[in-house]
Each structure stands twice: as structure tokens, then as C-alpha cells.
């Protein structure tokens, strides 16, 4: 459905994309994680057609995506990084008039208007001004203002940014709804468990390169260790750590010392180990590999750095 | 095209919502245009200044000196200071010390002495002592030029009299008594009238009798002036023609006739051009916090939507333009109504002529506000450079002052702004009552203004980071 082919995007000097290619089926969640910076967004505005790309292609169902393509646009929905939304306005009137501007007229706008309050729970404050919303409510009609027309492609930029559990919860559920009736969705985000949760498929993206691609089990799979204990840098701990550099890996991030222990040693023999060292229990946390330590492995920094 | 509707619609929309923004696009500028109205006394029928303090040493013995004060208290320009009262309570009249003392301590700015030697037959003309505190230059120039006027215009005996005594220096009593008593009896031989009348005219230096009612005693001395007062009158076509008010015949020897030839039926002139000139500055005000809106909507990811959306850059900037052309016409149509209820700004006469102004004007004014937010990296640089242009601007383009008094080299800079055009063709409209045909060339010299501005705006805008 989505194909971008060998596309690079420079800021001057900077170069925010770097030789990107990628292939979205229909109906696919494809999330790019990223930190801040890396490029997500870049790719996200080249998608939408904001931005012209220095060399290659991005095409939906074999239409270029440019600015002067406005019916391969009509196919595609924004929800933006910021709350894209007139605060002076009602919640009814910014949906009434982004549903014109897609062309929508009528009892058809009207319609969809209905539906839209109805998904995303505001039907009780649709003739509330939007600067009266809450943060989480903002982000909710943010999130339907780009659905009016029924896109076949939702961009979805960072759209949990600042929102509460039970927002967040509400625009996940949508969100998840909308994949299953068949929309294809890119998800950016710097929250690793959004991706984990929504994702069916994964591109890791830094300085402007997709890094690595896949489902979260191709991700992890691709590990070179499948458990990991993590505990603080302490001098009570710094005698454990030598001891451990011949049983695996030691990573050490903002004060906390991450474990990757070789296949061949087990879990069992490094509490022995601990244990003899008279350290207690509670400092360690063993967990299975995340997309965090995916992300680590391959840029050797943590997501929010 | 409907693209463009949609978005001057929310343009609209939002601007109703606004509390802040139609407080400060109509309420604001009524509220100060009533305030200006004050300040400049358009409520009043004379625009100069009244009751200035001005102080006045008389220490003159000769009867035209106290004619002279009794002039200047008749002027509405000045208050009178002549006499200050001792620790006693005791009124006395004022000495030079005094108002020295006066002008230091700043009790008033200006003093006017008539010293001993006011007529002096040492030298020709009249001698006066003007003590000033300038602390407003303006102030002084003013007050300077209308006691000029009121003494050459009431007291120019003083002038008769400075000859005479001159006259009876070289002469001596006997023979400057004599010269007179035998220019008097040439003249009652020649045109009738008491010759000791006459005499006593010239020796008092008045060498032109009056132009108002003759003493009833001497009916004849109309003959002196009477035909020329009569061909005066009949020269003045209209009522509104005035003549100086000399009341005396000297006053006549350099005689101004002021006639106002066009806005004779204008209620309140000045308010033609206040209101049009701060109409041009607020409109401009307006859209330029408009225009900042522009990177509000870039910021908040808003044109983000709209570009990912069936909308192009034009759409969004044509539907700007649009509603600051709409927010004008409403906030000029709104003050010209304000006016016309605060000073009887007579509106309704020349509507469509106003109308077509106060279009172009507005289209004008909105382009500049695309250029404003075209040239500028960020809502505060806009706003910041809105005020300084604005500003500049209508001080240039004669919103707060006539063109007409300043240097050259600007006068030739305020054709350039916008305020120029835009305050002349009110003024075309509401002070000289122009058509609609009249003032066309002024339109579309505000049409060409409104496409340049726009072209160069959208040229910007193209090159600039706005959408990007």
C-alpha cells in the first residue's frame, strides 16, 4: 500500500532521513520507535506529503504523495504531534469545518460527526469549547478530527503525548478498532511499551536510518541473549560486575548495570553468586529482553537519552 | 475556491469567539478616538488653544499699553496674570522680579513685559519684553505667534503712536502741533469734519478713523473709509469669509481676507481627519495581531492538518487576506459610526465614495499584515515589527499630523505608506465631499498598494519556513 523508496531529507546540513526504505501492507500497525530526533517525524511529514524529499519516492497504492496530489491525500489522515485543533472553537465546529475541508457535506458530515463523538466518548461536550477540554480530551478529538474522511492510512505523530492513563486507554482502544475495520496505521512514538502494545510490526529508527524492522518476536529473536538482570551501580555492586564479565555482557546505563548473561550460564548459579556475596535479593530485576533492550543493543543508548 | 470559504469562515467564527480580539479591534479604538476627540477639543467649536497662562508686567504709563492688556484678555488663547497678591492678602500689580521668580518656579511659562520706554522716541516701532520657560517648543512657537497676532491685530495704534512721539522729537512741541493742525485742516477742507477732531486722531497716532459706526458728532468721517469698507463687504461671497478683526483703520494697512473655500459645510473638520487617520492606524493594528495568528496555527501543528488535508498554502493565505479585508471594512464602517455619533461626522452623504476608501483601504491594510507575518520567524518578531512599522507609519503618513508640516523628505517617504493614501482619501470624502468617480485614482492607488504588498507577501511566504 505505502511505499517509500531510497528517500533521504536534509535540514541544510542535517540529514533527518538517510537512504530510507519501507513497505506497508494494507491493514498493517506499523510503529516507528525512535528518540527524540531520530526522524520520525521527518518521515511522518514526507508521508503526508508536508515535505518533498531531496532523492526518492514515497507512492500509496502507486500514486505519488506530493502536495499537488490532492486525491492520493484524501486517502490519508494526520493526527499531528501537537493538538492541531482551533481552542476557540467548539468540539462540533473544528470537526464540522476539517470535515469540509475533506469534502464532507451534509447529513454525510453530519453523520460522521455523530460517530466521531461516539468513539471517542466527548458526544456530551460536542458544543464545548475546545479550550475548556482537558489535555486527554484534546488529544481524543485530535485524534477523530483526522478521521472524518475515513483514510485508508492514519498517520499517528506521538498522538499519547502529555495524556492520562485513562485517555491513553481510550485512544489505544480506537485505535485498535480502526486497524481491525481495515485502516492502515504508522504509529510514531518514544514509548517502547505503546509499540509493544499496538504494533504489528516495528521499525526502529535513529539519525535518520531505519535500523531494524520486524515483528517484536523478529526483534527480539535477533538478541544475542535471552534474559537479562538489571541492578545498581554501587560500590557494594562493583564487585559483582568483574565477577560477572566472564558469564556475559555488562551494559552500563544511568547508574543501573544491565546483566546479559551467555546462554550456557544460568539464572541459578548468578543468585548463587549474589547470594554469596552477601547482596540481597531486592536489587535485582530479572526480566525477559524488551524493544528497550532491542534499542539498546543495536544504538547502545536508551530510547530517552 | 470553497477551500478558501471554509477557512475565512473559521476565520470569522474564531474572531466572533474572541472576547479579547473585538475588544481590542472596536471597543479600544472607540474608547480612544472619544479620548482624542477630547485631547484635540473637537467637541468644542475653536480647535486653538485656550486659557494659557501669560503673565504681564505692565510698567507703561501711555493709555495704548492698557489697551493693549485689555486686547489680550479679550483673546480666548490666554488667561491674564497681572497682579499677585503680598503675604498680607494685598493684590499688587506684578513686577518683572515677580514673573521672573514666576517663570523660574514654573507658576507659568510665559510673560509678557511692556516696559517704560514701550513708545520711545528714540527709535521707531514699539518695545516689548517676551519671557519665556520653553519647556514645550511647540507651546512657545504657538504662544509667541498669537500674541504677535493680537497685538498687530487690536493694538496697531501703537504703531501711529511710536511715529508721533518720534515725530515730535525732530519737531519740537510747538511745530509737530503745528504739521498736524495743518494736515487736520486739509482734510476737513477736503473731505469735511471737525479740524480739531482731526487733529487729535493723528496726534493720538490713530491716522485712519475707525471702520465701525462713526461717533454720531462726526458723521463725515465715513467718508474716509466707508467706500472701501463697503467694497469689502461686497467682495465676501460667503458667510463663512472673515476678515481680520482690526478695529482700527491701521489695522488695515496689511489686510488679510480669509475664506474657506472647500468643507465650509463640514460640522467638525478636524474629527474628518482624526477619525480617518486612527481609523488607518487601529485597522492596521488589528490585522497585524491577525497576522500572528498565522504562526499559532503553524505551532500548534494546525497547518499541519489543513496541508495533509485537500488545502494548499494559497487556500490558507487568500482566506487571511479575505478576513482581514472583512475585519477592516467592519472596524472602519464601526469608528466612521462612532464618529458620526461622538462628532457628527457627516458619513451617509458620500457612502458609496467612503465605502470604496474604506475597501481599498482595508485591502490594503490586510495585505500589509500578510507581509508582516511573511517576513518575520515567529509570532513575536511579527508583533514586534507590526508595531514598529505601524507606528512610523501613520506618524509618517499623517494619521497623527498633517503631512503638510513636515520636512520635505518626508512628506516625499508618506506617498510611499499606505496611511498617506488611505487618511487622504477619507479626506476627500468626508472633508471636500468627493464622488465615488472623484476619488478613484486615490482607490487604486490603494488597489495597487494592496497587490503589490500581497505579491511581495506571497513571494515571501514562498521562500520563508511558514509552512514548512
Redesign the interface.
Known sequence: MLQLRSVTKRYGPLTALDDVSLDLARGEFFGLLGPNGAGKSTLMSLVAGLRVPEAGTVMLDDEPLTASHAAARRNLGLVPQHVALYPELTAEENLRIFGQLQGLRGSLLQARIDEAFAAVQLADRRRSLVRTFSGGMQRRLNLVAALLHQPKLLLCDEPTVGVDPQSRHAIFEYLQHLNRAGVTIIYSTHYMEEAERLCSRIGIIDHGRILALGTLDDLLTRLPFEDEVTFPSTPATAALASQLAAHGEIVATNGTQRFRPHPSYPLSAFFTLTESLGLPPRLFVSQRPSLESVFLDLTGRTLRE | M??TL??L??SL??FR??RAAMVITFLVPIVLIYLFGHVFGLYRKDFGPTGIPLAVVNASVEPAAQQLIDALKAESAFRLITERKDPAGVSRPLTEADVRTGLRENQYRFALILPADLLTEKQLGLHFRFLTNPRNEIEAQTVRGVLQKTIFSNVPQLLGQALQKRAKKFLGAERFDQFNGTIAGAVSRAFGGDAARIQEEIASGNFLPSAGPAPAADPTLRRLDGPTGAAVAAASPAPAAATSPSSDGLGRLVRFETEQVAGKEVKNPMAARLVGGYAIMFLLFAVSGSASAFFQEK????F?????????PAHILWARFLFGVILGLVQISTLFLAGRWFFGLEIFTHAGALLAVALSAAAACSAFGMLIAAVSPNATAASGLATFVVISMSAVGGAWFPVSFMPDTIQAISKLTLVYWSVEGFTDVLWAGRSFLEVLPNVGILCGIAAGVMAVAIWRFNRGGLF?
Open positions: 470553497s477551500q471554509i477557512l469562515h473559521k467564527l474564531t469567539r474572541s505551532d500548534s501543528g494546525v499541519q492538518r489543513l496541508l495533509a488535508s485537500p488545502v494548499r514548512a
